[in-house]
């Protein structure tokens, strides 16, 4: 028991984000009958998981949390998943059924009726994987705080919302020459749909949506990255493999902390001595901005005795508000405070997690499940580091060549 609870010292816990994931998850999937008739299209099995795990789990990447599936096919199946998957994903579902068939936009509103009127919503659909950087889009939307909406290359195959095109100031607006389409994801805030919330059935895309870009009431962003919607048998062929490609080995960077991000005053943890290196920074931003992104570093001035926990969390905390505002957003932050010269007993031993040993990569790895391969990399400043990407086989980048 005493081990697990310092076990735990070695991860500073990121703000898990409150707002709700509304995932709609209440289609026949008429299109793909031979399958659908036993099982609901976001539970058709990819690589022995559900798709809908994986859509799930890829989003709480982004520390979001709170995902309320909107159903009505087949309902017990989704409360079988619940059952099985929750914990392993490490996040709160709540199975929301329809009394009848609501269609999308009456389904995300009788699900948000109980809210109150200034709630964040994002609302996706259960059988399409569009690979965005949430932590990026949910700035950018409450930077609106309208109805947002990522575009993507039009597809001739579909006939909603498409001839898309977005003005200087990210509205957007309908063209004939339009190039993009609905990607069906959603940020919104309640009072951003407000005079729909009585109507009871209706399509959010082609009633809300719609209605919404004609008065000039949505912005939005173009997404040109990676994309799958399982609602034909063509496209469930491909799932397998995009599933191997796009989310198992998600693009990883694993961060060193001192004279990497800030500067390294020696055992740096007082509030007054955070002073970010821009330059570094910078190039984070610039070449590695579709990377999930984890902070690594070796904290023995906590064994030492030189600073507490309590202190070395409160200069992460800043750390990470100073990232944010620089448009780089830290999925995890692992450390270690062990040491065989520690002063203070319990963390006076060796550690798989100091680094060069490989420990910290490993539970990132295993947490954010993704597949160690090129997708990975190491930036730091010293020769642990450096051999710690050796260690674990992936490539490292010295800060000083940015």
Do not use: W
């Not at 990819?46 to 799930?56: E, Q, R, V």
């Not at 200034?118 to 059988?127: E, K, R, S, V």
């Not at 749909?193 to 009431?217: D, P, R, V, Y």
């Not at 590695?288 to 690594?296: A, E, L, T, W």
């Amino acid at each position: 028991m005493i081990k697990k609870k310092i076990e735990e010292f070695n991860e500073i816990k990121l703000d898990k984000k409150k707002i709700s994931i509304l995932i709609l998850c209440g289609g026949y999937g008429s299109r793909i009958s031979r399958l659908t008739n036993k099982i609901p299209k976001p539970l058709i099995k990819i690589n022995n998981k559900p798709f809908l795990y994986y859509l799930i789990k890829n989003i709480s990447r982004y520390n979001f949390v709170n995902f309320r599936l909107l159903t009505f096919y087949k309902n017990n199946k989704f409360k079988r998943f619940k059952k099985d998957y929750e914990k392993e994903l490490n996040v709160n579902i709540q199975i929301i059924k329809e009394k009848e068939k609501l269609d999308t936009g009456g389904s995300i509103l009788s699900a948000i009726r109980k809210f109150r009127i200034n709630t964040d919503f994002i609302a996706l659909n259960g059988d399409t994987y569009v690979d965005l950087n949430y932590d990026e889009y949910y700035k950018e939307y409450k930077k609106y705080s309208r109805l947002f909406i990522p575009i993507i290359k039009k597809d001739n195959k579909s006939s909603k919302l498409i001839s898309l095109n977005l003005n200087k100031d990210d509205k957007i607006y309908f063209s004939k020459d339009g190039s993009y389409m609905n990607s069906g994801i959603y940020f919104f805030n309640k009072k951003n749909i407000l005079k729909f919330t009585k109507i009871k059935k209706c399509s959010f895309e082609t009633h809300i949506a719609k209605s919404l870009i004609k008065e000039n009431k949505v912005k939005g962003k173009i997404y040109l990255g990676d994309f799958l919607d399982i609602g034909s048998y063509e496209s469930i062929k491909k799932s397998s493999s995009f599933i191997d490609k796009i989310f198992n080995k998600k693009k990883l960077l694993f961060l060193d902390r001192d004279n990497t991000l800030n500067i390294d005053k020696g055992y740096t943890y007082k509030i007054n001595d955070l002073q970010l290196i821009e330059k570094n920074i910078s190039a984070i931003k610039k070449k590695y901005d579709d990377y999930i992104k984890v902070i690594i570093s070796n904290q023995s001035g906590i064994g030492r005795g030189i600073f507490t926990l309590k202190k070395h969390k409160l200069f992460m905390n800043m750390l990470f508000k100073k990232l944010n505002k620089n448009n780089i957003f830290i999925s995890r932050s692992y450390f270690c405070p062990f040491h065989k010269d520690a002063k203070i007993k319990k963390f006076k031993k060796q550690s798989k997690y100091r680094k060069p040993n490989t420990g910290m990569i490993q539970k990132a790895l295993k947490e954010l499940d993704i597949k160690k391969s090129s997708n990975c990399l190491m930036i730091g400043d010293s020769i642990v580091d450096k051999k710690l990407a050796k260690n674990c086989k992936i490539k490292f980048i010295d800060q000083k060549i940015f």
